[in-house]
């Protein structure tokens, strides 16, 4: 189905739910355009071509809400009928005031390739297996992995006069290398995530990923300690992703579940650490012009010079808490309502080198590709070191097998001590590297 | 069933295959309703209508997937084409040859087997059912911030027509009542979950004591805020029967899944027949138990399920396995393949997994540990089965002092290592509970299974506390 068909059928779809007498109503239709290879033993297994999707209906009646969701299209009537009778059987949400109203969106580049959307799934198994090969430099690597393209076009129509359209490429996957060596097993992963062919580089990821296997010969045990934590770029990305995403949506500040929920205006991270969420990042995997429900995308200053400044939104929490709607609704899936949620976060560097960050270090542990993250709203964080480096006197000693690394969100945030002058910059998200100090390392020794 | 059967027949005999050649197609339909209750209010209320085809096509050793959202016969015959042209294309990109055995063909059909159909039941009584439970977490303590109660229902039809002569029509029903508080005090923020999860029908949650379960749930959310911070470092524990149930599915059943261990992806691969735990270690799975969350009569390559006995008294018994693994092991298929819905391929993984009974009462496995940490139900975990490296979470903690159960301790996080893990295991329980009805993900699909055993003693586990 063409975009303008989607766009079509989602009108209707919202006019049919009127007529039903619901006072609003939310079509959502994705249609999906999916290429997954697998690579097992260092070879193709099989390719899928799929065609997934479906709609989304929210009606509501008063503050009652019915959702519902069909693969479908052809039964689109009958789920805003379900939906409209699970919502006349639904006590009202006292908090609900009213789904977005129509506005004018800012375009953001590099959503859509035509490159790599025309890209057959034969030349995608070609290229995809020169990374799998450079996976596997020497005899004794195994490789595994996947690779999924997704061509994807959506619409968001609502009964007060949103009408949203988009289209996107993305390519995303990962190439794992395993080495075996006296015994020894050395693994390392490496992620493929873009949206344009340029950024489809099976080569450098498969390179990469056998270069990790081979530094992670040779992993120990270490002894429980207080030390310093090392985060590298992508484990510092994907620790304040989860840290500051629960800690700055609007669910989590209403709720009063947030460790952030009464800090604002206050020091809660290192004076030298400032984060924006920007949807409007050039090729970013989560950037849009608009959000899940039709709502203007903003970029939003978080915390600067490690003050808090702002919590993110979507129209349900902005209006339980009478802030503005940053427009950062994404819905988990076509049947669930969406929830505030980050879209691409930059990080501020600092003045260090990573290398002299480590040589600075007396004790600790560097983390590669890991994630500091609390179980639920806890305060608490307890996580596994999945790939990382014991590090004395300023020295990467060995990789590191068996050990956790304890601490809480707050000490998380403020005892970040030293930040990389170099970032990372990728999938539409920028991070230096960084230092926390003082965390519970605990090891099997 | 009939007509669906004979229109698949009719698309794979459209199709002509050559020896080792092999088609399928499996007819999926899914309806599910999930309502939400949170702080009082219904904050979403669902229905889900999941309906499509999955094809599948083996040719010349390389696989081809394809879906249709339909069920007519061109459509079919149109993803059954992608399907076959997907695979001929990765032929030459294949290694060992993909291959499915020709002597294990089913039939059969196992309809909905629940007293109560969860989708004869009214919404107000789902609504109210979930309404009951929410407010019997909030009434506990005032601390208490948010107080959340989740219902949902699953019927799934799967009929699956193969070239072997496979036809197999199966339904399953999922029924899951979850309760969550998180309790807040100043700064500090704790959460406490439990759910109940079967494959039975509404009955579930008629049987269901929704007061004392949100008592339950909103006291040790409270408890929580006040509990000790969770110890660190190299130490002996207990865990529970829920927590066992999550400890066996990540530190062990994941690496015996036979695609991992077939793609030299998993620590366990050439372990059949060795010493991978200590002695009176057996780690059964059994899809078969009737009611459990984890429990389906066939698999959805059509495979009737069987008992499977993966650890024998400290040894490797067996692997989970599909077809297709089960051909190249030159083992039996014993119906582990499982997929989420029609857009995902069945793939081995697990369904009821458990320890079994040993002899040990509480106090002795208590005074087995001396000093330590009793830990209590679980969030879940992951593992890296390649280097053999789990991970999973606690809710809860109670300090072992000199054999005896010491104060509470918060939420606190464990790592271990698979091949060490079951041989560091110092005191196995009497108790058998299948206590932790969960959710499995694996590559990107989620299936229902659960997890128990006896309380259970181990020795050097790495404990992640402050």
């Known amino acids: ?445 | 069933m009939e007509d669906l059967v004979d229109r698949a027949r009719r698309v794979i005999e459209r199709f002509t295959l050559k020896k080792d050649d092999f088609v399928d197609v499996r007819f999926f339909l899914g309806e599910a309703t999930a309502i939400n209750i949170r702080n009082g209010a219904a904050e979403q209320v669902s229905s889900e209508s999941n309906i499509g085809t999955a094809l599948r096509a083996l040719v010349g050793g390389a696989w081809g997937f394809s879906t249709s959202k339909s069920f007519e016969e061109k459509d079919l015959l149109d993803a059954m084409e992608t399907a076959v042209s997907a695979a001929r294309a990765m032929q030459k990109h294949i290694g060992e040859k993909g291959i499915v055995p020709d002597k294990y063909v089913y039939e059969g059909s196992a309809p909905l087997k629940v007293h109560v159909d969860p989708r004869e039941i009214a919404l107000e009584d789902k609504i109210k059912a979930a309404v009951e439970l929410e407010k019997n977490i909030r009434k506990v303590d005032e601390r208490i911030k948010v107080s959340q109660a989740g219902l949902a229902d699953i019927v799934q039809r799967e009929i699956i027509v193969n070239s072997l002569g496979t036809e197999v029509d199966i339904s399953n029903c999922y029924v899951r009542v979850a309760g969550n508080a998180t309790a807040r005090e100043g700064v500090v923020i704790q959460n406490a979950s439990d759910s109940v999860g079967t494959s039975r029908g509404w009955e579930t949650i008629e049987e269901l004591d929704p007061a004392e379960m949100g008592r339950k749930v909103g006291s040790r959310a409270a408890a929580l805020i006040s509990a000790l911070s969770p110890p660190s470092g190299r130490m002996n524990l207990i865990m529970d029967p829920g927590l066992v149930g999550v400890f066996i599915h990540e530190a062990f059943g994941h690496a015996a899944e036979a695609d991992g261990v077939l793609s030299n992806m998993s620590v366990l691969a050439g372990k059949i027949g060795k010493r991978v735990g200590v002695l009176g270690v057996t780690v059964i799975d059994d899809p078969t138990i009737e009611g459990l969350r984890g429990s389906f009569p066939y698999d959805s390559e059509g495979t009737k399920t069987r008992r499977r006995v993966i650890v024998k008294d400290g040894i490797m018994n067996e692997y989970y396995q599909s077809l297709e693994t089960a051909a190249k092991m030159g083992a039996e298929p014993n119906g582990a393949a499982r997929a989420m819905d029609f857009n995902w391929k069945p793939i081995p993984r697990m369904g009821n997994t458990f320890i079994e009974g040993g002899d040990m009462s509480f106090e002795e496995l208590c005074q087995e540990v001396k000093e330590g940490i009793y830990l209590v139900k679980s969030y879940g975990g992951y593992v890296n089965s390649a280097i053999g490296q789990f991970y999973f979470t606690a809710q809860e903690g109670y300090l072992v002092k000199n054999g005896r159960i010491g104060p509470m301790t918060q939420n606190v996080s464990m790592s271990g290592l698979t091949l060490e893990v079951l041989s560091n295991i110092i005191g196995i329980g009497k108790d058998v509970k299948m206590a932790f009805p969960g959710t499995c993900g694996k590559a990107g699909q989620s299936a229902p299974v659960s997890g128990g055993g006896p309380h259970l003693a181990a020795a050097n586990v790495v404990v992640g506390g402050r």
């Open chain 1, 1 to 445: 189905m063409k975009m303008v068909d989607i766009l079509s059928a989602a009108r209707k779809g919202v006019e049919y739910g009127l007529s039903l007498n619901a006072n609003q109503v939310e079509v959502c239709i994705a249609n999906r355009n999916q290429i997954r290879i697998e690579v097992k033993k260092s070879r193709i297994t099989g390719s899928d071509i799929l065609e997934v999707g479906g709609a989304g209906v929210r009606c509501y009646i008063g503050g009652a809400l019915g959702a519902a969701s069909t693969t479908r299209l052809t039964e689109l009537e009958e789920a805003i009928e379900k939906a409209y009778h699970l919502a006349k059987g639904t006590p009202a949400d006292p908090y609900f005031k009213s789904l977005p109203r129509p506005s004018k969106y800012r375009s953001v580049k590099g959503l859509y390739d035509k490159k790599l959307a025309a890209l057959t799934f034969e030349e995608l198994a070609e290229r995809f297996m020169e990374g799998v090969e450079a996976a596997a430099p020497e005899n004794g690597f195994t490789v595994s992995g996947g690779l999924t393209r997704i061509v994807e076009e959506s619409a968001v129509v609502n009964s007060l006069g949103v009408e949203a359209l988009s289209r996107q490429t993305s390519i995303s996957g990962s190439i794992g290398s395993k080495i075996e060596r006296d015994g020894d097993t050395g693994l390392g992963r490496e992620p493929i995530m873009g949206r344009d062919i340029e950024e489809f580089e099976p080569i450098k990821a498969g390179s990469r990923a056998a270069e990790k296997a081979r530094s992670y010969l040779g992993a120990k045990k270490v002894m429980t300690g207080m030390m310093s934590a090392v985060l590298d770029f992508r484990s510092a990305r994907n620790s304040l992703y989860g840290v500051l995403g629960l800690g700055v949506s609007g669910l989590n500040v209403a709720l009063g579940t947030s460790f952030l929920s009464d800090k604002m205006g206050a020091q809660v991270a290192s004076r030298s650490f400032s984060v924006v969420d920007d949807p409007y990042t050039p090729g970013g995997l989560n950037s849009r012009p608009f959000d899940d429900e039709g709502a203007p995308s903003t970029k939003v200053r978080i915390i600067e010079g490690g003050i808090l400044k702002s919590f993110i939104t979507d129209s349900y929490f902005a209006g339980r808490l009478g802030i503005p709607n940053t427009g950062h609704a994404r819905r988990p899936s076509l049947t669930l309502k969406p929830v505030p949620s980050l879209t691409g976060i930059h990080v501020s560097s600092g003045n260090w080198k990573l290398d002299e960050l480590i040589s600075e270090t007396e004790k600790g542990v560097l983390l590669e590709d890991s994630r500091l993250v609390p179980q639920g709203v806890s305060t608490n964080v307890s996580s596994s070191v999945d790939f990382g480096f014991y590090v004395e006197k300023g020295e990467v000693v060995h990789p590191v097998k068996n050990t956790m690394i304890g601490t809480t969100v707050f000490d998380l945030l403020l005892n970040i001590d030293a930040m990389t002058r170099e970032t990372l910059r990728e999938g539409g998200s920028t991070s230096p590297a960084l230092r926390i100090s003082n965390v519970r390392v605990a090891g099997g020794l």
